[in-house]
Every structure is written in structure tokens, then in C-alpha cells.
């Protein structure tokens, strides 16, 4: 089944504490990309990947880091974590950029609490 | 720089009534417009797209939305909605060719359908 994977759905840790978000998708899109969804403000995207090694930060990168080593995977790190970083976190990927489709596929959500 | 506006944050509605949720664009150049959906706890899936041709664009669900380049709109409708319709939509666009990088997510409308 064709899907996008995130790990873990549900997470609470504390401030300061390193932790990593992992996605992976099976569709061998080459694009990738995390948003974060916070009540009102709809979805913000934080970085994102066109392929392999290549990443851009999106509109709110500030506390996140990611990285993309393989084309499958698509990791976000929180290398110290703040309560403002309290949020649900979307995966999201798609086909190389082409007229026919901008379609993003969607990972389930991860929702992080930093208290 | 693209954005999007969502002009109601909530709807209501009876079950059998038509709906209509408004969205509205600004960019300096073409654009392709998406709708998705968000069923509660779950991630967001594709409702529709406008790419080009006909402005008329019927979706999954019997939803449709008519993309009007004059009024930077593109609104979408259902003549009759169902208890399963409610859910949080988002509109979105993408400036042609541009970065794929670049989705702009408006902040959400949820539908809310009372028997």
C-alpha cells in the first residue's frame, strides 16, 4: 500500500530533550516535506526536500532541523525542544515537480507536547 | 508572495443543505489551487485540483469548486452534505512553476454537519 509513515503518533517530553521524528514514504517521491499544524494557523511548512541531500528551510524553520540521506526517509529533529514546539506535526510527499500533479500525500500526524 | 484566506473559520450546517466554503488568493502569477481535507484525527487528503481548462472542478465526495481568476476565488461546494462531510478543509496554492516547495495552506475551515 502506497502511504506515508510517521514514528511515533503520539510523543511527550520535556524541554531540552533531542528527539527525532522519523517519515518515510514507499512511492519513491522525490519531494518531501514537514508542516507543523497549530489551532488558527492552519498548516506552516518547516523545511522541505527536493531530493536527496538537497533541503530548504519553508516558513518556519527556526528550531528544527532535518535531513535526507535516502530517498525514502525524511527524519525532523528537535535538537532542544520548547513548549512553543508543542504542536501536530504533518509528513508529506509527492512526485518530482510536473504540470500534472502537485499533489502532497500526507503522513498520519505526529503529536508532540514538550512540557 | 502567495498567500490564501479562508474566509470563515467555522460552518455550520444541516444534514441535505448546501455548502459553500470560501476561499480567496493573492499571487503576482498563475497559480494551481487544491483543496484538502482533514477528517478528525487523521491527516490531510486531496479533495480536488485546479491545474488549467475547464474552472470548473468536481472532486471526490461530490464536492466541486469553481476557480474564478477575476475574484482570486476558488470556492468550494456540495448541493447536499452528509454527518460525514464534517471535517476541517484547507485551501492551498502553489504559484506555476514555481518551487514545489512553496504550498501555501490557508488556516482551515470547519464543517461542522448537525443532523
Known amino acids: 500500500e502506497a502511504q506515508v509513515t510517521q514514528n511515533p503518533r503520539y510523543l511527550i517530553t520535556v524541554t531540552g530533550k533531542k528527539l527525532t521524528v522519523t517519515c518515510s514514504q514507499n512511492m519513491n517521491h522525490e519531494y518531501m516535506s514537514w508542516y507543523r499544524q497549530d489551532p488558527g494557523l492552519g498548516l506552516r511548512q518547516i523545511y522541505y526536500?527536493?531530493?536527496?541531500?538537497?533541503?530548504d528551510k519553508g516558513d518556519v524553520p527556526e528550531g528544527y532541523k532535518v535531513s535526507r540521506k535516502e530517498k525514502r526517509n525524511f527524519p525532523l529533529i528537535l535538537e532542544s525542544p520548547s513548549p512553543n514546539q508543542t504542536s501536530l506535526y504533518f509528513c508529506?510527499?509527492?512526485?518530482?515537480?510536473?504540470?500534472?500533479?502537485?499533489?502532497?500525500?500526507f503522513g498520519p500526524g505526529t503529536r508532540l507536547t514538550v512540557t | 508572495a502567495q498567500s490564501v484566506t479562508q474566509l470563515d473559520s467555522q460552518v455550520p450546517v444541516f444534514e441535505e443543505a448546501p455548502v459553500e466554503l470560501r476561499c480567496n488568493y493573492s499571487?503576482?502569477?498563475?497559480?494551481?489551487l487544491f483543496w484538502y481535507v482533514q477528517y478528525p484525527n487523521q491527516g490531510l487528503q486531496l479533495l480536488l485540483k485546479?491545474?488549467?481548462?475547464?474552472?470548473l472542478v468536481k472532486g471526490i465526495n461530490g464536492f466541486e469548486a469553481e476557480f474564478n481568476k477575476s475574484q482570486t476565488s476558488f470556492h468550494l461546494r456540495k448541493p447536499s452534505v452528509h454527518i460525514s462531510d464534517t471535517a476541517e478543509y484547507f485551501c492551498a496554492v502553489i504559484s506555476y512553476g514555481g518551487s514545489q516547495g512553496n504550498l501555501i495552506f490557508g488556516k482551515g475551515t470547519k464543517l461542522s454537519v448537525k443532523p
Open positions: 485546479y491545474l488549467s481548462g475547464s474552472t
Open positions: 526536500s527536493m531530493n536527496v541531500e538537497v533541503t
Open positions: 499571487s503576482s502569477v498563475s497559480v494551481y
Open positions: 508529506a510527499s509527492s512526485f518530482k515537480a510536473a504540470a500534472s500533479t502537485y499533489e502532497q500525500y
